[in-house]
């Protein structure tokens, strides 16, 4: 079968902001970074693959089980990535068939996903717009960026007359010429890695992501088996206080157990990194919005909402990570706007092990720990109370808040 598409990956990044690993062999849920990229390529049947190398290529090459690739080595990989991309697209240059379509696709973004590639190529083609973008499902755009036949003749030209070679690259192309760029809606994310941060927090929502997939219809079941009195009690202190129509977020929203119960009077959106759980959410929610998404880096406009809600989900975010995503809630909700959470009640450090038959993570803080965090995200608590629930393996204990963005204040994130 004739290839849809060729593919350039760039992997020749100095990757400073990284440490002393070479970023791109640095594992990922089991394997390395860029092998990731590859053989997500591989299963799109995109070919040829070229991956332009260069910073620790000596390392790369032996870490990485490689098919048909081609590789090419840029010697000067700190004077930019645009450089790299036309490095790549001069090899593809070179043979004799090659597909009327070339991916741009990074080496540090291991979660990217056949579907989103199949995306990309389902769009028709259009010579007059030849440079396609991905929009992922929390609203961000970038890569793998996608060139018509024309697109890469201009990509190359553009790379060629640069006066400096740019670490954005095909970035400032795009924005020079917006009229020739489309935007293609894609399924789930594809954050970049920069840093070991970065790595932890997106191996830490991947694997919370796995888990709930495979869980799928089993944690519906499981979680009707929870005796849960407290929740909708608090659940009716947040709604009494809303205006029918409010904006409501709903952080972690699983298979939108909450969203069910508020869709018929507000107008709520749901995130959360389970494509299986929000495709259980969109078949019977589907008066709601629903983003496939992590709490912990997704961003909304200043006062976008009216309320945010997050129930038993902050516990899967890294707790090092609540202080700005309290920010964040707070910069999202409009001046008096509310914020219900169940959050943990507990010291308890980050934790990953098998839950429900699954691989799984978990952190949280104790309760007054959780509360000097909320006030330092500069919300006024108008319930906070440490309740007991029965799951189906024992009693479990968290902490419920309800807290109010004050009046005039100015959120920041």
């Known amino acids: 079968m004739r290839s849809r598409a060729a593919a350039v990956v760039l992997a020749a990044g100095v990757g400073t902001r990284f440490g002393e690993t070479p970023k791109l062999i640095a594992p990922f849920l089991g394997k390395r970074m860029l092998q990731h990229a590859l053989d997500t390529l591989h299963d799109a049947r995109v070919e040829p693959i070229v991956?332009?190398?260069?910073?620790?290529?000596?390392?790369?090459?032996?870490a990485i089980a490689w098919r048909d690739e081609i590789v090419v080595v840029n010697q000067n990989p700190e004077r930019g990535l645009l450089r790299s991309v036309l490095l790549g697209l001069r090899?593809?240059?070179?043979?004799?068939?090659?597909?009327?379509?070339?991916?741009?696709?990074?080496?540090?973004?291991?979660?990217?996903?056949?579907?989103?590639?199949e995306a990309l190529?389902?769009?028709?083609?259009?010579?007059?717009?030849?440079?396609?973008?991905?929009?992922y499902q929390d609203g961000s755009t970038g890569n793998p960026a996608m060139l018509e036949s024309t697109g890469r003749v201009a990509a190359e030209q553009f790379a060629i007359h640069s006066r400096k070679d740019l670490d954005r690259g095909l970035g400032p192309m795009f924005a020079r010429f917006p009229e020739r760029v489309r935007l293609v809606d894609v399924p789930g994310r594809n954050p970049d890695i920069d840093t070991t941060a970065d790595l932890q927090r997106v191996e830490t929502a991947a694997l919370v992501a796995r888990g709930?997939?495979?869980?799928?219809?089993?944690y519906v079941e499981w979680g009707s088996r929870i005796v849960d009195e407290a929740r909708p009690r608090f659940v009716g202190e947040l709604t009494q206080r809303l205006s029918i129509?409010?904006?409501v977020l709903d952080l972690g929203c699983g298979s939108g157990a909450m969203a069910k119960d508020l869709a018929a009077t507000f107008d709520v959106t749901g995130v959360d990194v389970s494509a299986v759980q929000l495709a259980v959410a969109r078949r019977e929610i589907p008066k709601a919005k629903f983003i496939q998404g992590d709490m912990a880096s997704i961003r909304f406009p200043a006062a976008s909402f009216d309320a945010v809600?997050?129930?038993?989900?902050?516990?899967?975010?890294?707790?090092?990570?609540?202080?700005?995503?309290?920010?964040?809630?707070?910069h999202w909700l409009r001046p008096g706007g509310l914020f219900l959470a169940a959050l943990s009640a507990r010291d308890d450090p980050p934790w990953t092990g098998e839950w429900l038959g699954q691989p799984m993570f978990f952190s949280g803080f104790d309760a007054e720990t959780n509360r000097r965090l909320l006030a330092e995200a500069g919300f006024e608590m108008l319930i906070d109370e440490e309740v007991e629930l029965q799951?189906?393996?024992?009693?479990?204990?968290?902490?419920?808040v309800l807290a109010r963005r004050p009046e005039g204040q100015i959120g920041t994130t």
């Open 51 to 62: 991956v332009v190398l260069g910073h620790a290529s000596g390392e790369i090459r032996p």
């Open 91 to 117: 090899r593809l240059d070179q043979l004799w068939s090659l597909p009327q379509r070339t991916l741009i696709v990074l080496g540090d973004q291991p979660q990217l996903e056949r579907g989103q590639i």
């Open 121 to 135: 190529l389902a769009a028709d083609a259009d010579e007059e717009r030849p440079f396609v973008v991905p929009r």
């Open 212 to 218: 709930y997939d495979a869980l799928g219809s089993g």
């Open 245 to 247: 129509g409010a904006r």
């Open 309 to 330: 809600a997050a129930l038993y989900s902050i516990i899967h975010v890294p707790r090092d990570l609540h202080p700005g995503l309290f920010r964040n809630v707070a």
């Open 391 to 400: 799951e189906p393996e024992g009693p479990a204990r968290f902490q419920w």
